[in-house]
Every structure is written in C-alpha cells, then in structure tokens.
C-alpha cells in the first residue's frame, strides 16, 4: 500500500505541485483574446428595441461590465458615447438587451452602436453597426449582411420584404436613380446589381416609400456596399527601374487594393517607385497584377525592366586608338538594372559616366588592333551591339610646314580621329588639346630655340589620366628670333612703340631694366607694340628684346621726354 501511494505521488508531481498530504492545483492563464459580433437590433410593434449580440469565446479574464455602446454627436456636433449594461451574466452565445424607443430618442443624433466587455486586463468591443431610429416596422433585414463587390454584379439580401416591391424604390448613395430590384423566395430575398456610383468607394442603399415621391421622405438603410476596385493596366509594361509604374482605377477606389509584382504585395501609390521595391538579383521580369481584398488579378503580360537596345547604341566615333576613349551613344544609366560589365570582344573595358551630359565614356584599353563589339553583361542578361569600334595605333605619316619661324602653321598627317585631341611635344616645350580633323593636326611652331625639334604626338589615356605619347621620324626646324628695329625714336609717357623682327611676338620686351607688357599686332610674329609707362623719368633707354637665354639689341636709343 505505501509502494502505491507513492508511485500515485511521483505521476502527480507532473501535474500538480505536491507535498506529502496536500495537492494544490497550477491555475492555467488563458491569453486568447475575447471574440465578440455585435448583430444588430430589431423595432418591435410596441415600441421596444431589442439590441443583438454574440460572444463568441471569452477566456480568464474577469468580467467586469457588458452591455451595449452607442456613439452620438450633440447639438453641438460633438462626438460622445453612452453606454447601457446588461444586468445578466456574460456568457458565451446570445446577448439581447431591450429598451424602449423614447428611451433611444431621447440621447439625440445616435449614429452606430456596438457590443462590448469590460474586463480587468482591457476593454473588449464588437463592431460597430449603423442605427437608424426610423428603422420600419413592415419589413425586416437580417443583421450583419455586409456587401462587397463589383459594379453590375447581382447581390441579395436576407429578410422579410413582403410587399416591399409595391410599396418602396430601392436609392443607392446620394444618387437619385432608382434602382430595379426583385423580391423573391417567398419575399426571404431582394435582390438588384450594382450601379456604378462616382464616389466609387463605398455607399448605403436604402428604401424610400413611393409616397415620398420628391425622394425627401426618411430613408430606411438596408446596408452598406462596398466596392472592389479594378485597376487599369500600365501604359506600357516596359519600364525603366527608376520610372514610377502607374496603375489608375477603372473602378472603385484604387487605395484599397495592393499592388502584386512578382511575389512582392505592396501597398497602393499613385506612383510607385520600381527601384524601392526590386533587386536584379530576383530578375527583370515579373508577373504584374493587384490585389482588391478579395480577389487577385493578374495582368496578362509581364513587367519588364527595361534593358539597353543593343540595336540604338553606337560609338562617337568609329575608331580609337589604343588606351584612347570615346563615347558611347544610345546606352543611358537608367536602363541599367544593377551590376554591369563590359567588353570590347573579350576584352573588358571601363565605361566612365559624365553627370553633366548623362553619356558615358569608353576606355579602350591596351587592345591589339581590330574592330570588336561592345558585349553589355549583367546578371540577367547579355547583349552585344552591332556597330563595332575600330582599334588602331596612331601612325603619323607626314609632316609639313610653310616657314620655319615661331608662330607659322604646321600640319601633320596620319590616322588621326576627328573631334579626338592630341598633343604635340618639342624639345622643351610642347602644344596640348589640339582638336583634329579626319586625318591630320593642325597648330603652329609655339616658342623654341632654333635649330631642328624631334616631333613627338600623344593623345589622352581617360583611363590613367596620362598622355600616350608615339614618337615619329619627323621634325620642325626653327629659325632663329630677329629684332630689327622700332619706331618713333622718343616720346613722352603713354607714346606706343613698334617693334619689329622675325618671331619677336615671343620674346619678352625691356626699356632700360624694366620688363613692359607688349601686344602682339594683328596675327603676325613679327611686329608688337610696347607703351611706355608714365613714371619713367625723362632720359635714354635701351630697348632689349630676351627669347629664352638671347638677348637682342639694336643700335637705337630711346629718348624719354618730359610731358
């Protein structure tokens, strides 16, 4: 027997907490949440109200207060409540409660009411119903007959409409159409399709008497409908990850539907932004559709992010030399959906982006010479373009010059790209940014010693930020600078001076020892124009003229005289 009442125990200690010669029972905390329906109310013929409701399930809490709630605005506009208890204990199923009308009447503009709990946790509430204190008395409408769906479809009601056909029109919203309706099933059912309505969102539909022919008499509410909503398809399912796609209402109010892209559910805007909600990672296609509330529509095509056309992109210019750049025209940044490399056949390249004009810029690269495509890959795609660009190393293949002085034009023939700019090297010295025609450069000798200058022409690496120099077998001879002269021979401060000889537009002019600025005249080297400053004081000067490490005299001598 001890053996017994022991084993009897030890299964117990599972269960209950135990001691020796007493049991104590774990209370059990229930945390589902109290389901309560408000139903709605009924007139009967001696003037009461009788109120409806349903718990449906009610758990640990304890139960303080339940009754019915109804929601009044006052003279004043004001919103403000008023409760009546149910004197009965709350438990689950039916919940009536029954009041006089003059009791109702007398609270003043009563809009809804709603069932509700009162526990020691929280306040528990069904849903709200509209009430109507003019509900009639010849015909009845089951509670909570909620209406939702398209315009045109056919919906019932549930109730008691006898004589209801020859008695009343059926109105929808602030419309003052009448709308057909039939009663049948032995006068259970009314039915009538849905009108459109330009409000679109939702309305009541009520009965009016047919003696209140001016559609002014009291309105006996049947229900509320609500509208789904339909959306328009997009202008174009192509759009670019950075446009906003656009789907308007064909009917209902837009705002209660979401938005279905590929599996995303997205709350509806006007304009929604692609790049907020895709990745390429998950593709650039995808199923396009809505969702109203109660139905998904899918759209009969996909959304496509839209890709570069391979067909509309092309080169400024159809040849580049190697490690030079050029454009790329027809391939814009919004048609980029995520990382992207490029080649020039197999060989990648870097493509730089100008904010200022939103092109981009192809670095070719130290690429053998030949004509390749530009091949445009990414994680969805590959594309590869049908225009090719030309790789081909600078060859100059002759040089030309009219005169050997400083400042006459020189023109130098080869492979060159027009619109591309090249750069021109001397010894000690050089011209930079010069613009080219098809197949030749044009500028003129800058200033040089004398004697023969090896010529070296370069172009721009965009890549390295460095120039691409190519020697040639070619070379400018320079004559040396002259100054043969100048005239008038004296005069005050402010007197302009000329002077002359070959290239002298390059040297650096002093009087005396003081350097003064000189003006080349016209285009030509061989002639400036010097002014003599006003705080010299009257006297003899030198004029000299220095071109690097020479320095000219000429016999004359200038007289400063007084103003």
């Known amino acids: 027997m001890k053996g017994q009442h022991f084993l009897r125990c030890l299964v117990l200690l599972f269960i209950t907490q135990i001691s020796c010669n007493k049991v104590e029972t774990i209370p059990f ?17 001696d003037k009461k109200i009788s109120l409806t409701s349903n718990i449906l399930y009610l758990n640990s809490d304890k139960i303080i207060e339940h009754g019915f709630e109804f929601l009044i605005f006052d003279e004043e506009y004001k919103e403000k409540t008023k409760t009546f208890p149910v004197k009965t204990e709350a438990k689950i199923g039916r919940v009536t409660l029954t009041l ?11 809009q809804k009411f709603r069932y509700y709990i009162k526990t020691s946790n929280k306040d528990n509430f069904g849903q709200y119903l509209l009430y109507f204190v003019n509900q009639p008395v010849d015909f009845t409408v089951h509670p909570n007959q909620s209406v939702v769906g398209y315009v045109g479809d056919l919906v019932t009601l549930k109730g008691n409409f006898k004589d209801v056909s020859n008695r009343y029109d059926l109105y929808f919203g602030d419309s003052r159409d009448k709308i057909p309706f039939s009663v049948s099933n032995s006068d259970i059912d009314l039915s009538f399709k849905l009108p459109s309505y330009k409000n679109g969102e939702s309305a009541y539909v009520y009965l009016v008497s047919k003696a209140d022919s001016n559609h002014t008499g009291r309105q006996y509410v049947l229900t509320e409908v609500k509208f789904l909503s339909r959306l328009n398809p997009p202008d174009s399912y192509n759009i670019d990850i950075y446009s906003h796609l656009t789907l308007s209402a064909k009917e209902g109010s837009a705002y209660n539907s979401s938005i279905l892209i590929g599996d995303k559910l997205i709350p509806y805007e006007v304009y929604l932004r692609l790049s907020d909600h895709l990745r390429p990672e998950n593709g650039d296609s995808y199923r396009l559709g809505y969702y109203n509330g109660r139905d998904t529509v899918i759209f009969p095509q996909k959304l496509q992010i839209t890709r570069p056309d391979a067909k509309e992109i092309y080169f400024q210019t159809t040849r580049v030399h190697p490690l030079g750049s050029t454009k790329v025209l027809g391939l814009h940044s919004y048609k980029l959906f995520g990382p992207t490399s490029f080649t020039l056949g197999n060989h990648p390249v870097q493509l730089g982006f100008d904010n200022q004009d939103g092109s981009y810029t192809l670095s070719a690269g130290n690429l053998p010479e030949g004509e390749y495509p530009l091949t445009i890959k990414n994680m969805n795609y590959e594309l590869i373009t049908e225009k090719k660009l030309k790789v081909e190393k600078l060859k100059v293949t002759q040089l030309s010059q009219n005169s050997h002085e400083m400042g006459s034009p020189v023109v130098i023939s080869g492979n060159f790209i027009k619109g591309q700019y090249y750069n021109v090297d001397f010894t000690g010295n050089g011209i930079y940014g010069i613009e080219a025609e098809e197949g030749k450069i044009r500028f003129s000798i800058p200033m040089l010693k004398s004697g023969e200058h090896q010529v070296t022409v370069g172009y721009w690496n965009e890549l390295q930020s460095s120039n691409i120099p190519v020697q ?18 004296k005069g005050s401060g402010g007197t302009e001076i000329r002077l002359k000889g070959k290239s002298i ?6 009087l005396g020892g003081n350097q003064i600025h000189s003006s080349q005249i016209s285009n030509t080297f061989d002639e400036v124009v010097v002014t003599i400053p006003n705080f010299l004081t009257p006297g003899k000067y030198k004029i000299s003229a220095r ?16 103003l």
Request: proline share 6%; glycine share 4%; net charge negative.
């Open 29 to 45: 905390e229930d945390t589902r949440p109290i389901q309560l329906e408000t139903h709605g109310f009924e007139v009967n013929q």
């Open 505 to 510: 537009a390059f040297a650096t002019i002093y």
């Open 547 to 562: 071109l690097a490490d020479r320095w000219l005299q000429v016999p004359e001598i200038f007289e400063v005289t007084a």
């Open 472 to 489: 040639t077998n070619f070379s400018i001879q320079v004559n040396p600078f002259t100054y043969t002269g100048f005239a008038p021979l």
């Open 100 to 110: 006089d009308e003059s009791t109702l009447k007398d609270l003043g503009n009563i």
